[in-house]
């Protein structure tokens, strides 16, 4: 049975990943903070859909949980889903720069390292798949959070880019890019999104439906949603400092 590695598995966009791969048949490595939790969800997709779940409890803002995930993914996996992430509340100079700082090492480092470590095994197996979750917010100036994701696009289409030709094409890295989903990220951020639209949110299993058919299909930046293709696009054309305060008022005001 092939194995998926998801970073961020226990709440949201990860677990709704992990549900999706255990049908498919992918036995799993979920890996979160929670171990408790952790451990819960891996009884639960065990006994739904028979397949190994294996709980890596691994804290992505320190070098110790980076290594453990590297450490796991040399050992040998089929896919990688570097999903687990954040907000900050608060615009810049309102967040500690610790938080910020923090937010690099999970968003960005914890990706970069955990990518490196992946990659050679797939090549040499000849297939295997990387998607690394950003946000529609690399696309729009959008403080350290947008600077971040922006940074997982740049990153993920520059070594597709390098293993482009190599294993007959069949190792794929993609960068997702969701809109609004509803999970914990927004509690947790205590982020106010009361006033973002109903057609705005995408149910999660939507949003991993569809990124699972770019990555079979090649796509670089998967963007579900043709409310969010249109928004990209938009936003490709206007200027930047308007794209970001048009975003800055969706979505991101604070409790
Ligand atoms: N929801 C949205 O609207 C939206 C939109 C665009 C992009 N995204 C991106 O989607 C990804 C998933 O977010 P979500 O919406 O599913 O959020 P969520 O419901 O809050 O889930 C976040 C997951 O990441 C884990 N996590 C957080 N910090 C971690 C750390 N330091 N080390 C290891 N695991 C950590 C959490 O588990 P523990 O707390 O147990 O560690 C949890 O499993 C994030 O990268 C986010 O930026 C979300």
């Known amino acids: 049975m092939p194995t998926a590695l998801i970073t961020g598995a226990t709440a949201g966009i990860g677990a709704a990943f992990a ?7 992918f036995d799993l490595v979920l890996v979160a903070r929670d171990k408790d939790r952790l451990a819960e969800s891996a009884a639960g997709l065990h006994d739904r859909y028979a397949v190994r779940a294996e709980v890596l409890a691994a804290d992505l803002s320190t070098d110790a949980g980076i290594g453990a995930v590297e450490e796991r993914v040399r050992a040998g996996v089929d896919l990688v889903v570097n999903n687990a992430g954040f907000g900050n509340k608060g615009a810049f100079l309102d967040v500690p720069v ?3 700082t923090t937010m690099l090492k999970v968003h960005c480092e914890a990706v970069l390292r955990i990518t490196s470590a992946a990659l050679p095994g797939m090549l040499e197996r000849g297939r295997g798949g990387i998607v690394n979750v950003s946000s529609v917010a690399a696309f729009a100036t959008r403080g350290t959070y947008g600077a971040s994701k922006a940074w997982v696009v740049s990153f993920s289409q520059g070594v597709a880019q390098d293993i482009a030709g190599r294993a007959g094409g069949r190792v794929r890295v993609m960068a997702l890019c969701p809109g609004f989903v509803p999970t914990e990220f927004h509690q947790r951020a205590q982020m106010d999104v009361s006033g973002v639209p109903s057609f705005m949110w995408l149910k999660p299993d939507y949003l991993v439906d569809h990124a699972l058919r770019d ?3 090649g796509v670089v930046v998967s963007v579900p949603g043709p409310q969010y293709k249109a928004l990209v696009a938009a936003a490709k054309l206007i200027p930047a400092g308007l794209a970001g305060r048009l975003s800055s008022r ?4 604070y409790d």
């Open 19 to 25: 549900r999706r791969l255990a049908a498919d048949g």
């Open 215 to 217: 990555l079979r299909r």
């Open 250 to 253: 969706t979505g991101r005001r």
């Open 98 to 100: 610790g938080d910020e």
